[in-house]
């Protein structure tokens, strides 16, 4: 009776688990070879990133009540990219807060790469009073936008800062608007 246990076991090992772990070393290096490609394609430039002294054309984008807002870069701003579901966007609301209180509302732009329905209640969850405009991945790519979070300063146009990732104190404490 033993033997046919362990026999059953044997055998549902080989049916269940051993499909489950190649499947999971495949997308393992699946992945791995995505990552190799995405790092020899930024790399090769073959993906625009968004450079300090590039310009930051004007564009038309949609607020959070579905509204087109011409969006002009003439005067100083800086820009919160992210999404709802990033928790590194999610650690980042709080350095991005004391940016904003520092500059002033006015003066910042967040610019969520979700749809309007998700960003709404997120909006309201972290208590975001700069203006909320949403960020099509065309969009996105135009502004050469493709890593989140990110903080970007503009001045008359131009790029003139680019932050990836968390915020350090010393860089949130350095942040502000430049003429």
Sequence with gaps: MKLNRNIFLAALVVIVVVPVLVEN????????????????????????VLRVGDIVAPTALQNLDGKTVNLSMDAP??????????????????????????????NVLYLSVDPAEIVKPFAREHQIEGETLLLSRA?????????????????????????????SPEETNHIGLMN
Excluded at 40 to 45: D, L
Excluded at 156 to 167: D, F, Q, S, Y
């Design 25 to 48: 070393v495949v997308l393992v290096r699946r992945m791995s070879k995505l990552q190799a490609m995405f790092s020899a394609a930024i790399s090769k430039q073959e993906v625009p």
């Design 77 to 106: 701003k800086i820009l919160f990219i992210f999404s709802s579901n990033c928790p590194f966007c999610k650690k980042n609301f709080g350095n991005w807060k004391a940016i904003e209180e520092r500059v002033g509302k006015s």
């Design 139 to 167: 969009q996105a790519a135009a502004l050469k936008s493709f890593r989140i979070p990110e903080t970007i300063q503009v001045a008359e146009g131009k790029v003139t800062g680019i932050r990836i990732g968390v915020l």
